[in-house]
């Protein structure tokens, strides 16, 4: 009985644990749910009070961005995402579609002067993927050539995509148009990229064509300069007043410092600079020019024009495998060629070309050597010298002349040579003259040579000049084999060199009114710019107008010497 008893109540000890531990549990689950519960309350508090400032901030930053916006727009708000297209075209002018003109006027962009536009890269990819985060972020300034893209479009001209895009243009390129109002500016500090912009004759005045062709600047931009075949890159480095500032009528003052010395090499030419006296050394492969400039300043044009001294150019091939030839020009002809130069030297091996006040063309200024390898790779050493005259041979030729002319009452023609000999020798010249010299029998030619040198002497069938025969092959090939002009005429080498000189239309010449070397082109569309002798480009650039001194008036260009004569009575 006791034992039924003890096991009754020991079950039931038991059972009374475990409904505790159980109640115990069930509290605990309760509470760790309720725990939980109140945990994932507050995070979807957090998140939607983060979403609630994010909008916040959203809403403040585009307030402020609208504000920015009419603050830099001086009222007119206007921006625009459109997809970026690519067309030719020079300056930094962009095409937009229509309903840019209609937004644009109904906010009166257009009483409020030029328009001017911050053109910037949007993203499209997230930060992991950008390659190039400084490419993406970049932003530059425009003007605008008119309201003919389509819609969603916008053409960009190539300054414009070289500066947003330098890498690469992206498949489907999207930017963003702005408006915004630009200060005039008054100081621009540029940097050429590559060296040899500063040898272009007036190339401030290269410069200043080329910004007409733009509305604004901005620092970091590179532009382009186009200086006949030349391409040059500056880097806009300084601006004032602003970091971005209106090129288009303001005067703006231009400081163009030294080109990048750790720039990469580019395969246009480069003036190496030479010293008068002294030696300088190089390499030049086949069918490469290698160029030196050198100057002539007034004191030494002074002792050339007085006939005392002469300029010698030479070139000394130190290897006998290759060959040279020997160019010249005066600038504004940076780079002689052989289609285009002044003076040339064709002869093998070491030549050397002398110039005196004889030649014309011939004066103070700075010139240009152009070393062209014709044969093979060559060594060279190349020297400009300003040289005395030899008085001694000027006395020998007098002493020999007027010899000469004392014994002309006693002297006789020889038959073979037909040079006067005094008759007291004549006989035994004669035999000797025979037995040893030979006159060249060729038409016009005449000279007197030794019968060894006989088969050495030959005449070029086209031209009929005297030769070396080792020179006859190199003088066809210079010559005598056509040329192709760029306009398309073909010509020899000499008629060439004229050609491109004073008829080709594509050469260079300096327009008489902004100073820049452009091509001369056709003849001028007006009659009247063709009387007084205008190129194409003369006449299209002389119609700008410019204040005149005496009165003020507004004036083309090209007919301000007739203004000054016709109501200023000024010769």
Known sequence: MDFELRRAREKLEKEQRDRIQKAKLKLEREKKAKQ???????????????????????QAKATQQIEEELLAGRGVAFSRVLEAVPYEGAGDKIKLPPSCFTELSDQGAFDKGPLHFRVSVVHQSSPSDLKDAEQNNRTTHAGVLEFTADDGVVGLPSHICSNLFP????????????????????????????????????????????????????????????HGVLTYHLRVL?????????????DIEVDVIGADPTAESTSQPVLHPLVLGKLDSGVVAEGSYVYYKFQIDDHNWGRLSLGDAEIEVKIESENQDGDTDLYISRHPLLFPTQHQHSWSSHDIGSKALVLSSRDLGLGPGTYSIGIYGFKGTTKYKVSVNIQEKSKSRIGLEAFSVSSTLSADADTVECENCKHYIPSRSIALHEAYCRRHNIICQHTGCGVVLRRDEVKNHVHCEECGLAFQKEEIEKHKKVFHVPLTCPCGIVLEKEKMVQHQSLECPLRLVTCRFCGDMVQAGSSAADVRDRLRGLTQHESVCGSRTAPCDSCGRSVMLKDMDIHQVAVHQKN
């Open 36 to 58: 939980e519960a109140i945990r994932q309350r507050e995070a979807i508090e957090a998140v939607q009070r983060a979403r609630r400032l994010d909008a916040a901030q959203a």
């Open 167 to 226: 890498a690469e243009f992206p498949m489907v390129p999207m930017v963003e148009v702005c408006y915004v109002w630009l200060p005039k500016g008054t100081y621009a500090k540029l940097q050429p990229v590559e060296a040899g912009f500063s040898d272009i004759p007036n190339h401030k005045a290269v410069l200043e064509t080329s910004l007409r062709q733009h509305a604004t600047l901005s620092e970091g931009d590179v532009l382009t300069v186009n």
């Open 238 to 250: 300084e601006l004032n007043p602003s970091s971005s500032v209106s090129v288009l009528e303001t």
